[in-house]
Nanobody, 123 residues
Framework: VQLQASGGGLVQAGDSLRLSCVAS????????MGWFRQAPGKERESVAA????????YYADSVKGRFTISRDNAKNTVYLQMNSLKPEDTAVYYC?????????????????WGQGTLVTVSS
């Protein structure tokens, strides 16, 4: 199983980025999918998550209204559209897969993790 995250980069405050996470070795249609991030010196935190069916989503308060998670099960891909980026969004972003129906926020629910993609937002 592999989750390959991409799309990170260096941007200025106010810019947008779209992260992608392509899965191989599993069918994401059977999994809830999440995006987490970890900034230097901080714990990994949940950013956004989406149910296997696409019918429900969670967002951290810090990103509500700016980030949108979506999924294309046919392409085995999950996306994170990030708009109005802020310097405090700077972190390594990880995608992860959890068995359907669990707690979308808890890291312990997620069985498979990608390698991360770095997002740096300059002021």
């Amino acid at each position: 199983v592999q989750l390959q995250a991409s799309g990170g980069g260096l941007v200025q405050a106010g810019d947008s980025l779209r992260l992608s996470c392509v899965a191989s070795g599993l069918a994401i249609g059977n999994y809830d999918m999440g995006w987490f991030r970890q900034a230097p010196g901080k714990e990994r935190e949940s950013v956004a998550a989406i149910r296997w069916s696409g019918g429900g989503a969670y967002y951290a308060d810090s990103v509500k209204g700016r980030f949108t998670i979506s999924r294309d099960n046919a392409k085995n891909t999950v996306y994170l559209q990030m708009n109005s980026l802020k310097p405090e969004d700077t972190a390594v972003y990880y995608c992860a897969a959890a068995y359907a129906g669990g707690n979308l926020v808890s890291r312990r629910e997620y069985k498979y993790w990608g390698q991360g993609t770095l997002v740096t937002v300059s002021s």
